[in-house]
């Protein structure tokens, strides 16, 4: 990348640019040039960015740009790519505008037709999913769930019947708070997954039903409220309704008169190889006929 010539007619170029979300060796060659060549780069914490810099050993100016700044600082920011200048956003950790400052900048960068290169590159909410074992198919990303618990209870209740898998960041903080409300609001048997400190020394991904989970983390809670957290919760999985055949009736008829409903159902679903939460749950709606 040459930043002496510009290739977007008479603007600049705005690149973002993901930085490593824990191990440093997780940057791009790509992100390594672009840092090196372009006139600035605006950055959520300047000392934060500098360790970056220095541990690549890399020069370049840079300018604060995090939430509290970002409204006065995204139309300065403008001004200088509108004189053709090529800047470089970065933020703390990971892909900058997720969950990080910057939406309003890439907003009037397309406002005023200033080219926006894009890199890949870390983002803790992808590098989780990929590994929790949860379907990856269809999935949506709730970023922070809010802090207020009431307003948490009410969105994860809003979650409750979402078929995609979803993503949530957490802090340390509120980690036995939200999967307490996981289990209140969405369920104590929903699969979660939780990735800590991915790509660290302590990392750990450790998933199960959420009531284990809330165990899970009780049982050392000094260990679990360290770190920084991305919660998978598996997606809302409608039961099929279904009509046992006579056999299965019978087999399951037989069972209960001497065994009780869980173990009735157990047995003759391992009997006739069929799902046993359906015939449960055909069980209890036919339990009063
Ligand atoms: N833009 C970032 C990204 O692309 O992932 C996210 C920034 S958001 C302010 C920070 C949150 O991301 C943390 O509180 C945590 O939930 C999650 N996170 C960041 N790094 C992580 C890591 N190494 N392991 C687990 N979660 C992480």
Request: glycine content about 4%.
């Amino acid at each position: 990348m040459d930043k002496k010539v510009s290739l977007f007619k008479n603007t600049g170029i705005l690149y973002i640019v993901p930085t490593p979300i824990g191990n440093l060796s997780d940057i791009t060659y790509r992100a390594l040039e672009t840092l090196k060549e372009v006139n600035l780069i605006a950055c959520e914490n300047i000392q934060h960015t500098n360790i970056l810099l220095k541990h690549f050993n890399i020069k370049n100016t840079l300018i604060s740009f995090s939430k509290d700044n970002e409204v006065q600082k995204t139309d300065h920011l403008i001004n200088i790519l509108k004189k053709g200048k090529y800047i470089a956003l970065v933020s703390n950790a990971g892909t900058p505008v997720i969950n990080d400052p910057g939406y309003l900048l890439i907003k009037k960068c397309h406002l005023f037709n200033i080219k926006i290169i894009p890199l890949p590159g870390p983002c803790a909410a992808i590098t989780a999913l990929s590994a929790s074992g949860i379907s990856t198919h269809r999935f949506c990303y709730e970023g922070f769930l809010p802090s207020k618990k009431k307003l948490r209870r009410d969105l994860l209740c809003s979650l409750k019947k979402e078929k995609r898998t979803i993503i949530c960041y957490e802090s340390k903080h509120r980690i036995i708070e939200t999967i307490k409300d996981i289990i209140n609001e969405i369920g104590e048997n929903r699969h979660i997954v939780i990735a800590r400190e991915i790509t660290k020394k302590w990392e750990i991904i450790h998933g199960n039903k959420a009531s284990l989970m809330l165990s899970w983390i009780k049982s050392d809670v000094n260990r679990h409220k360290k770190g920084e957290n991305v919660i998978i919760i598996d997606g809302y999985k409608e039961l099929k309704s279904i009509n046992p055949s006579d056999k299965i009736i019978n087999t399951f008829t037989i069972l209960k008169k001497f065994l009780s409903l869980k173990q009735s159902v157990f047995i003759t679903s391992k009997i006739h190889k069929i799902n046993k939460n359906n015939l449960y749950q055909y069980a209890i709606k036919n339990k009063e006929k």
